[in-house]
């Protein structure tokens, strides 16, 4: 049945939610037998780009035009990369990340979806870079592959219900953040969070109520959320089934640099 123009999907000041049945799908450069949907790009005023690619067994994504981490949502893929003489296998819940300008193929195998998040480097300043490598440790980015189920919990707040799992090292060479959430039926957030930071979150399992701005939304697997900096927010966990969800931040450089 048409639903004569109604959707869950709002666009506001300070905020995005986007559901499934509005998402349009585009080919993109260095995309091949598979198309893209780009939830949030630079043109809302965000500072990067998260999207979800959907390849046909056999379809190709290469190198964009900034560093970009992948995470698998669906599917067998083969990621090839010049540190590695044999592709790396990645399945449901493996990522990587590709510093900029880093050279690398990801080959589906079998139909597959992967959130791809790019955002333009920002690096250190040459004092603090200086810094860094006087204390033994790297001051831009490096490739690594990781699988998320494999990678410890941590319990926010102390809260044995919520669950983060960190997919970026723990360097300040890094200049943004990426985790999963996963809360127990019932858990939320402790506090209305309110901070400098940007958003991209992708629902991943489950559902409850996500606050964003002044608006709360039913939020379910497949929902999108763009929040833009100092956009109150919240979630609380509902139904018999974990929730959990994939979550940009833009981290580890000051305001004004």
Known sequence: MHSLGHTRSANRR???????DTFIRTPLPGLTDGVAI????????????????ELEPGGTLTEGPTQRLLYVL??????????????????????????????HM???????????????????????????????????????VGHEPDLPGTPLGGDE??????????????????????YQPGAALSQVE????????LMLEGGGIY???????????????????YCPQWFGALGKAPAKYLIYKDFNRHTLA
């Open 211 to 229: 606050r964003v701005g002044d608006s709360w939304y039913p939020t379910q697997a497949g929902d999108f959320i763009w929040m833009a900096t």
């Open 74 to 103: 669906e599917g067998s893929l083969a990621l090839s990369e010049p540190e590695s003489p044999t592709p790396h296998e990645l399945t449901a819940g493996s990522f990587a990340f590709c510093p900029e300008g880093y050279e």
């Open 161 to 182: 219900d919520l669950q983060v799992r960190s997919l970026m090292p723990a360097s300040i060479a890094f200049d943004f953040a990426c985790n999963t959430m996963e």
């Open 194 to 201: 309110v901070h400098y930071m940007e958003h991209g979150l």
């Open 106 to 144: 990801l080959t589906a195998d079998t139909k597959a979806r992967v959130a791809v998040i790019e955002k333009p480097y920002q690096p250190l300043s040459l004092e603090h870079a200086k810094l860094i490598a006087a204390r033994g440790e790297q001051e831009v980015p490096w490739f690594f």
């Open 14 to 20: 300070d905020h995005l939610f986007l559901t499934p």
């Open 38 to 53: 780009i939830h949030v790009a630079p043109q809302t005023g965000a500072g990067f780009t998260q999207m979800t690619v």
